[in-house]
Each structure stands twice: as C-alpha cells, then as structure tokens.
C-alpha cells in the first residue's frame, strides 16, 4: 500500500514521491510556491512504482507524478514538465516573457539532459556496482565535471541561472548538491559553490529536501551502506533507484 504523510493543510496537489533528487525538485518547488500537498511516499524498493496504480498516473513507472485536485484530479509525470506546470500555474518561478521563460526552460533542459543523466550514470558506476570499471567512472565523473564548469561559467555574472530565481535553479540545484555522491567536488567551480551554498540557506530548498525524510545522509554517514545495497539491487533489476544519499 502506498504510505501517506498527511500534511495540516487542506491538500491541492499530491505529490508521489521518494528521496531522490528528481523527487526534491518538486518538494522544494512546491515549498517555494506555498502550494498546500500531500505527500504519498513511493517505496522503490518495494517496487510500489510499477503497480497498476501508481502506473495510471506515471506510464514510465518514474517519480515523482502530481495530481491537481483544483483541476479536476489531472495527473503529471516528468520532473521537468511538473516543474514547467507549476510555474505556469502560479505564474511564479519561471517569467512570462517569451524570452525570459525560454532562458528559464534551456537551463532546465540542461539538467534535465545533461546534470540528471550524467550524475545519475555516475553514482551507479561510482557507488553501486560491485565491480568498478574505472573507464565507466572516469568517463561519467569527467562529464559531469564539464557539466559543472558549464553552470560554473553562467554563475560567474550573474547571481542565479537565467537573470532571477527559477525553477532552472532548483531542477540544477537538487542534483549538484548531492556532487559528492557522484565523486565530483565542486571546489574549483568558485561561482557554482557559491550558488550552491546560497539555495542550501533558502528555507523552501531545506524543507524540500526532507520530503520524504531522507534514508540516507551521505554528509554523517547514516544508512548509506544500506542505501547503496537497496539502489545496487534496483540498479540489477533495472528499476529507479534512489540515485542520491544525501
């Protein structure tokens, strides 16, 4: 049965999700704007994403899913496009200029195609096969440093990713921060730290990354190697796993 936490507020959206950085990016949006939910927790390691009715709502059998009980119980898969629907809805986090939304939309691509794939690839090569193939770690890790010099060198002039605080922030934002999870420091990258540093203070982005609590903290070391044993097995069976431990 899919677990709930029931929120105090009356519910809008429900938002299915798991401790994943897919699944923060649309807790903290969702924090950001205020909008009341509730959470129903998707157990991955229990495979609760590919039943029938958790399939209705996400046909990839991916979290996190939404479902608008304002308009009419309308189902969203995809981070990104959740993201997108979000923001035209409230009409905050994303401009409605033509070109200052499409500023907002390439930086979520950018995550989308390149910072979640790339780092995904690298914490299943870097933390969770039993085996390590270096060149499949060199490769992964060594895309995802370019990646990071990419945002490092938009951050340099400006204070976030597309002129003001977006969703393009956060989708980037809930994957860099867990760099150390892929193997990557971002040290060198002095813009793209002190962006990171600066989301990590706002109090929407650390509410959203409790939703739901997280099983594993990479930063104190709590649960992560049975996190890890969790997502290799996930990883063998080819489902989601958990793809961060922070």
């Known amino acids: 049965m899919l677990s709930e936490l029931v929120g105090t507020v009356t519910r809008m959206i429900d938002l299915y999700t798991a401790a994943t950085p897919n699944g923060h990016k649309v807790s903290i949006a969702l924090e950001e704007l205020g909008l009341p939910y509730t959470v129903h927790v998707i157990d991955l390691a229990k495979l609760e ?35 997108i629907y979000l923001a035209e809805k409230t009409g905050r986090l994303m401009p409605a200029d033509v070109k200052g939304r499409s500023r907002v939309i390439q930086w979520l691509m950018f995550q989308m195609g390149g910072i979640g794939p790339m780092m995904g690839q690298a914490n299943v090569f870097f933390r969770y096969l039993p085996e390590k193939i270096q060149p499949a770690i060199d490769r992964y890790q060594g895309e995802v440093r370019r990646l990071f010099g990419v945002l490092d060198a938009q951050l340099a002039g400006q204070e976030f990713l597309a002129d003001d605080y977006s969703i393009a ?48 903290r990479v930063e104190d070391g709590k649960g992560v190697d049975k996190f890890v044993e969790q997502a290799r097995k996930l990883v063998e069976t080819g489902s989601q796993p958990g793809t961060s431990g922070t």
């Open 169 to 216: 922030d956060i989708a980037n934002w809930a994957w860099v921060r867990t760099h150390r999870w892929s193997g990557v420091p971002i040290d060198e990258f002095i813009h793209l730290k002190r962006w990171v540093d600066q989301l990590a203070d706002r109090p929407a982005c650390q509410r959203g990354i409790e939703v739901p609590p997280r099983p594993a």
């Open 49 to 83: 994403q590919r039943r029938p009715e958790f399939l209705k709502l996400s046909p990839n059998g991916r979290i996190p899913a939404i479902v608008d009980r304002e308009l009419d119980d309308f189902a969203i898969f995809e981070s990104g496009a959740i993201l």
